[in-house]
């Protein structure tokens, strides 16, 4: 913690030599400060640069005075600069550290009248805590460089120094601000409306001998306070991000020791309780503290399967761990839940099948034959080093029938070896099928029990129990989940059959209450169902007058716009139904909803009862935008202007979004040629277009790149240097620029090209190098010359010609600028030219 390290590699004893030496480089320092023109921001970079090299590799003994070397206002904009861009492993600024260890410490400015400190300013102790929890040590540096404890300095966005330490964890300093009393312990961001005692959770520096929660609580924080979302700390400490259970109950014994009463089953925005949260995190212990603490099981509503958050599709068909985690996680969780009172219901053990559907948790009937990778000798070995408990082994475990592993393993002794037991030393081919089997294994149980009865239900209860529970025995729990799904559905033809129509409650005046919940809104997501067992819910809720919101703002209309139910729909715009109503939770407008989910007939229905095609969410992304930023779905695009067309209406295809960005800048930056291709033929306008900047790709795929390129300039967009540096930025992480010209190749975890698309990349990164190459040795080589050493360079080395001969262009535009007598410098030079046909080489 802060205030508690001593200072490695530092000696109150400096020898004759060192003091000279030292003696030379601060005279080197202020020779290299003079020698700039601080007004110049290259000019600072570049002494910034040599800076970090100098006290990196140069410095021992004493340390300098820097306020003899540079004012205030320079060392902190040197400060703010080397945090903001440091690329150091972990996070560990060696300048930061050497100008803490230099002794300088900051000092505030002065309001004229009063003479009092300023406290409204952003520092680099800000910029530090917006990275990542890898600047840690950092902080903890520039703390020892802002040590006015007096003064809480506050950013723009309302983060101040206290909220960074109680981030942070770190206590001494958390301790020293409240000593002062300057600072208030409830005190909010401006943006989230998080309080230090919300950052302290979040932050997950826990410590059980300095628990800055109960410093916090000392000093009169608001356990129950919750932020702009209405989460309390509570709620976030049973997030999926909390894995530890003994910080909630160090945070509840903390309470306890200062007299607070903690509200345990306080909502959030969304409606979710803490145990709500618990059970979606899949957290066991922490739902049997909260029940500890009094959590009121009789209100308590199971969560629904849109609740559960999201996770890596790739981590769920690869790791072992994850699946059993998830698996037992969840059933470890209604356990706990039903031990104390809790009676689960059909829908609630639908919402925990459609989980196990989801991420793939059932064993299919390929992995069930193929008994090899449980005879496999390697696999044998490793599985008999894996203890689920001291006296069962992976390997003894398998061959268990599921009733007889019931007996000898909880589902807690799952998650414990999900949590605890590494599993990358089975062979790798086996890792999906063990661990479905292991989910087949330990979930068996629970769909045995609600397959019975769906199984009694759905045969009109005439065959008898020991059969069904025969035919039951002999299914795999896929099957089973089907035979349950099968007696919902029938259910709803039951009540179809009887005649039952719903009804809504109503107010005083008897005008209908639309707030509410209803079978309909639970089968958001679940577009996997076929759209005529949506259609008997719709005879059941057929009033269209009425268009139910659940608490997420999703309505009956929405759901109709999303299974293409076009007769629903139409029934629902002759009511007056607003064609461009929101909903609430995902900013979603039922034509965006229509066209996702591929309806064209519900699309062409809506836009022609008044559905604005150009009508932009919250963020002023429209469906253009949406379409070439995140479904890069071609088919889906050409649908949407094909009904357009048909209607005669106009897509805004320049629409900019709040990020100013057009749908065709999407469409290049995700690399999407085709897209690009479509947005082009409809009129998108490349004489205003701006080629996206390097951090707006998050694709690295080289052949991509080089056909969007080729798509634009097919079209009359001259393709200029900057341009193909950035294409060539983005490809900095393969392999492909580590290879000579004529030996391109991608390893297999990164990207793979064949031969011709190797060649086209070589093409291109040759013709701009061999170009550039030129420009930098003024046109004296022959061409020849230059061919001959572009061929035997590497792409990261042509790469670097670019870059240089870029470089020097700006500088040419300068001077072209300031002969001119011009006030300004271009920010961008004349767009470099396409190199001559004579240079139109083929590599």
């Given at each position: 913690m802060y205030g508690n390290e001593e200072h490695e590699g530092l000696s109150d004893h400096v020898s004759d030599d060192d003091s000279d030496c030292n003696d030379m480089i601060?005279?080197?320092?202020?020779?290299?400060?003079?020698?700039?023109?601080?007004?110049?921001?290259?000019?600072?970079?570049?002494?910034?640069?040599?800076?970090?090299?100098?006290?990196?590799?140069?410095?021992?003994?004493?340390?300098?005075?820097?306020?003899?070397?540079?004012?205030?206002?320079?060392?902190?904009?040197?400060?703010?600069?080397?945090?903001?861009?440091?690329?150091?492993?972990?996070?560990?600024?060696?300048?930061?550290?050497?100008?803490?260890?230099?002794?300088?410490?900051d000092?505030?400015?002065?309001?004229?009248?009063?003479?009092?400190?300023?406290?409204?300013?952003?520092?680099a102790l800000h910029r530090a805590s917006r990275r990542d929890f890898w600047t840690c040590r950092m902080i903890i540096e520039l703390f020892e460089i802002y040590d006015r404890f007096d003064v809480n300095y506050t950013d723009e966005f309302g983060l101040t120094h206290f909220h960074v330490a109680c981030e942070y964890g770190l206590y001494d300093v958390v301790q020293k601000f409240l000593e002062l009393g300057r600072v208030d312990p409830n005190c909010l961001e401006y943006v989230t409306g998080d309080s230090p005692l919300h950052l302290a959770v979040a932050g997950g520096f826990f410590d059980e001998e300095k628990q800055i929660y109960r410093l916090l609580l000392k000093s009169g924080a608001d356990p129950n306070l919750a932020n702009f979302n209405g989460m309390t700390p509570v709620h976030r400490l049973c997030r999926a991000d909390h894995y530890s259970h003994e910080e909630l109950k160090l945070f509840f014994e903390s309470c306890d020791d200062v007299g607070r009463t903690v509200r345990v089953d306080a909502r959030d925005k969304m409606g979710r309780t803490p145990l709500q949260l618990a059970v979606t995190s899949l957290m066991p212990v922490t739902v049997d503290v909260l029940l500890d603490r009094g959590a009121d099981l009789a209100k308590f509503t199971f969560p629904a399967m849109c609740h559960f958050p999201e996770e890596s599709q790739k981590e769920c068909q690869c790791s072992i761990n994850f699946k059993v985690q998830q698996a037992s996680g969840l059933l470890a969780c209604v356990e706990s839940l039903e031990r104390r009172g809790y009676r689960l219901d059909r829908d609630d053990a639908a919402t925990i099948m459609a989980f196990f559907a989801k991420y793939g948790l059932f064993e299919t009937t390929s992995n069930r034959d193929k008994y090899d990778w449980r005879d496999d000798a390697k696999f044998a070995e490793e599985a008999k080093k894996k203890m689920l408990t001291p006296d069962l082994s992976l390997h003894d475990l398998i061959p268990l029938r599921s009733a007889e592993a019931a007996k000898r393993l909880a589902y807690m002794d799952y998650v414990q070896f999900a949590e605890e037991e590494l599993v990358w030393s089975l062979p790798k081919g086996f890792y999906e099928a063990c661990a479905t089997h292991l989910c087949e294994k330990l979930s068996r149980g629970f769909f045995q029990r609600w397959a019975l009865d769906a199984l009694l239900e759905l045969t009109c209860q005439r065959l008898p129990i020991l059969c069904c529970d025969m035919v039951i025995e002999q299914l795999m729990i896929k099957d089973l989940w089907r035979i349950c799904l099968a007696a919902n559905k029938k259910l709803l033809d039951l009540l179809i059959d009887t005649g039952y129509k719903d009804e809504p409650d109503v107010d005083q005046d008897g005008k209908p209450l639309w707030r509410r919940s209803t079978a309909v809104h639970a089968i958001r997501g679940r577009y996997s169902l076929h759209e005529s067992v949506v259609h008997k819910l719709f005879k059941i809720y057929d009033r269209f007058d009425v268009n139910y919101t659940d608490e997420?703002?999703?309505?009956?209309?929405?759901?109709?716009?999303?299974?293409?139910?076009?007769?629903?729909?139409?029934?629902?715009?002759?009511?007056?139904?607003?064609?461009?109503?929101?909903?609430?939770?995902?900013?979603?407008?039922?034509?965006?909803?229509?066209?996702?989910?591929?309806?064209?007939?519900?699309?062409?229905?809506?836009?022609?009862?008044?559905?604005?095609?150009?009508?932009?969410?919250?963020?002023?992304?429209?469906?253009?935008?949406?379409?070439?930023?995140?479904?890069?779905?071609?088919?889906?695009?050409?649908?949407?202007?094909?009904?357009?067309?048909?209607?005669?209406?106009?897509?805004?295809?320049?629409?900019?979004?709040?990020?100013?960005?057009?749908?065709?800048?999407?469409?290049?930056?995700?690399?999407?040629?085709?897209?690009?291709?479509?947005?082009?033929?409809?009129?998108?306008?490349?004489?205003?277009?701006?080629?996206?900047?390097?951090?707006?790709?998050?694709?690295?795929?080289?052949?991509?790149?080089?056909?969007?390129?080729?798509?634009?300039?097919?079209?009359?967009y001259e393709l200029d240097r900057s341009d193909a540096l950035t294409i060539m930025k983005i490809s900095t992480r393969s392999t492909s620029l580590k290879k000579p010209l004529y030996r391109v190749k991608c390893s297999r975890n990164e990207f793979q090209m064949s031969s011709d698309e190797a060649k086209l990349f070589t093409a291109f990164c040759g013709k701009w190098a061999l170009n550039s190459f030129l420009e930098l040795t003024r046109y004296q080589l022959p061409i020849l010359c230059c061919e001959l050493i572009i061929r035997n360079l590497m792409n990261e080395d042509l790469f670097h010609i670019c870059s240089a001969a870029e470089d020097q262009s700006h500088e040419d535009s300068k001077k072209i600028v300031e002969t001119n007598g011009a006030q300004c410098i271009n920010k961008r030079p004349a767009r470099a030219r396409k190199a001559p046909q004579r240079l139109q080489i083929v590599w």
């Open positions: 601060s005279a080197k320092l202020k020779r290299m400060r003079e020698r700039i023109d601080w007004n110049v921001e290259e000019q600072r970079h570049d002494l910034l640069q040599q800076l970090c090299s100098l006290t990196i590799d140069w410095w021992t003994g004493s340390f300098p005075n820097l306020l003899d070397v540079f004012r205030r206002e320079e060392i902190d904009w040197l400060l703010m600069t080397n945090v903001q861009n440091i690329a150091e492993p972990l996070g560990v600024s060696k300048f930061v550290k050497f100008v803490a260890r230099s002794g300088y410490k000092e505030p400015d002065l309001d004229e009248d009063s003479g009092k400190p300023l406290t409204r300013r952003t520092t997420d703002g999703l309505t009956h209309f929405h759901v109709a716009c999303g299974y293409g139910l076009c007769d629903v729909v139409q029934k629902f715009l002759e009511l007056g139904q607003n064609p461009n109503l929101f909903e609430n939770c995902d900013s979603k407008s039922p034509l965006y909803i229509a066209v996702l989910s591929g309806h064209k007939d519900v699309a062409l229905l809506l836009l022609k009862n008044g559905a604005d095609p150009n009508l932009a969410n919250e963020l002023g992304s429209t469906i253009l935008h949406i379409l070439c930023n995140g479904y890069y779905d071609v088919e889906l695009l050409k649908m949407l202007f094909d009904i357009c067309d048909e209607l005669n209406q106009t897509l805004q295809i320049e629409a900019k979004d709040k990020f100013g960005r057009t749908p065709l800048q999407w469409a290049v930056a995700r690399l999407l040629p085709n897209i690009v291709d479509i947005l082009l033929y409809h009129g998108a306008d490349l004489a205003s277009f701006v080629f996206p900047a390097e951090s707006d790709f998050i694709s690295r795929i080289v052949p991509d790149a080089l056909l969007v390129a080729e798509h634009l300039e097919k079209r009359g």
